[in-house]
């Protein structure tokens, strides 16, 4: 038996001999999710990926925008007009239109400048739809594991209820002290107060995962089987060489080109660029036409853009700084999860082989001793205290394996392939 099946499986058959529906059983199941289906709703209705999504294309458009060439102007000038002059009739007026013309490098720098920003907003896309399958993937976890306490936990009261009304009977018979019947009133109420705090957190996990469906889910369970396979965590230098290739490292990336293409601009800048002009004087005096042409250049005697190719330049080495640092985050991140998911996986499976067989068998000797009259009730709520912790032990150690699995998938962008963006523009 694998220890995923151990979760689903009716292991503690004693238990299904010895206990009657509980008072807290639900009306009716409502239908099973999913895991894949929960992953793909939210990808189709999560408004946080419909933000990033948004960014996206209006980085494209920025993108378009950087091409786009300066506007031409038009000018109309008229020189002799009133004064000493009559009306209009001896004035100049020119008709021009003037254009300037960016030096070599600009147009091309501000193109590398939007094409690196649409890039990081592809890229950060991608990732959000990876946190968002991450987040998914937890949220949907928790609230099986939720399901699961609620019903060990109704087993657990069922239990205690049953033991009450046994110890209730050997007091009423004067097999048992008055005082062993209060402990079970106690033990009764505990269950009931935890198994009442089951239901509410299994409540809040449910609204949790509903709202990173979108919201239009209805009323739903989970299906544990749906869950991954549980399995032996591949060696920590597999997952480390898949860092490079997702999208938080090539977002790192695009920072660095983008910078690069600041800096390029900047010194682009640095001169400025000429304006030419070409019009039309009409002489209305003598009614003649003549064609005049100019060119201006700013002279780049006050401002040369020293701040701003300094500036592009500090940023450029932010930028590759952060690089630096954000991969050294990144491994202490991966390592430390690698750790906690093996403790995990190694947890689960010494709980399933060891630890749930022995509280299991003890519970049954227990039980069957007082009931024979050879054990008295302290060693039957030992052990039935001992079994439940265990099994509770046990729900733990898979919801961290499935935690920490579900954020080493999210760090190695192992879902990428399985749920690509719909349009992906990585150039």
């Not at 209009?88 to 920003?117: F, H, N, W």
């Not at 018979?173 to 509410?200: D, F």
């Not at 304006?275 to 039309?280: A, E, I, K, S």
Request: charged share 25%; net charge negative; hydrophobic share 40%.
């Amino acid at each position: 038996m694998t220890i995923f099946k151990a979760l689903l499986c009716p292991a503690f058959a004693v238990l299904a001999l010895t206990v009657s529906p509980h008072s807290y059983a639900q009306d009716a199941t409502p239908p099973a999710v999913k895991l894949e289906q929960a992953i793909i709703a939210a990808l189709k209705k999560s408004p946080v990926l419909g933000a990033s999504l948004a960014r996206v294309e209006a980085a494209t458009a920025s993108r378009s925008q950087a091409g786009a060439l300066p506007n031409p102007t038009l000018s109309i000038e008229a020189d002799n007009i009133y004064g000493d002059y009559d009306g209009l009739d001896d004035a100049e007026i020119t008709y021009g239109v003037s254009q300037m013309v960016e030096l070599p490098g600009k147009r091309g720098s501000r193109i590398r400048l939007a094409d690196a920003a649409a890039t990081k907003s592809h890229y950060a896309n991608d990732a959000t739809r990876l946190d968002l399958i991450r987040d998914v993937t937890i949220a949907y976890t928790e609230m099986a594991i939720a399901q699961e306490d609620v019903t060990l936990l109704g087993e657990e009261y069922d239990l205690a209820s049953e033991v009450r009304n046994s110890v209730a009977a050997k007091v009423e018979a004067g097999k048992e002290p008055p005082i062993q019947k209060n402990k079970s009133e106690i033990a009764l109420s505990t269950s009931q107060i935890a198994l009442e705090r089951a239901h509410r957190t299994l409540y809040a996990k449910k609204q949790t995962l509903y709202a990173l469906m979108g919201g239009h889910a209805g009323d739903f369970s989970v299906d544990l089987e749906s869950l991954p396979a549980i399995t032996p965590p591949q060696p920590l230098e597999s997952y480390r060489t898949r860092l490079l290739q997702t999208p938080d490292a090539q977002s790192l990336n695009a920072d660095i080109h983008q910078a690069q293409a600041e800096l390029s601009l900047e010194r682009a800048n640095a001169m400025p660029d000429p304006t030419f002009n070409v019009g039309l004087k009409d002489m209305r005096e003598d009614n003649t036409q003549a064609l005049v042409a100019g060119v201006s250049f700013p002279l780049p005697v006050f401002n040369i853009n020293r701040a701003g190719v300094a500036r592009a330049g500090h940023e450029l080495n932010a930028a590759k700084l952060d690089q630096h640092s954000t991969q050294l985050l990144l491994d202490t991140t991966l390592t430390a999860a690698y750790s906690a998911l093996s403790n995990a996986y190694n947890e689960a499976l010494t709980l399933e082989d060891s630890v749930l067989p022995g509280a299991e068998e003890a519970f049954h000797f227990a039980r069957e001793g007082y009931e024979a009259g050879k054990f008295d009730y302290l060693e039957v709520l030992d052990a039935q205290r001992t079994l439940f912790d265990a099994r509770r032990q046990f729900n733990t150690a898979i919801l961290d394996y499935h935690r920490e699995r579900a954020v080493i998938e999210r760090m190695t962008a192992a879902h990428a392939e399985q749920h690509p963006a719909k349009e992906s523009h990585h150039d």
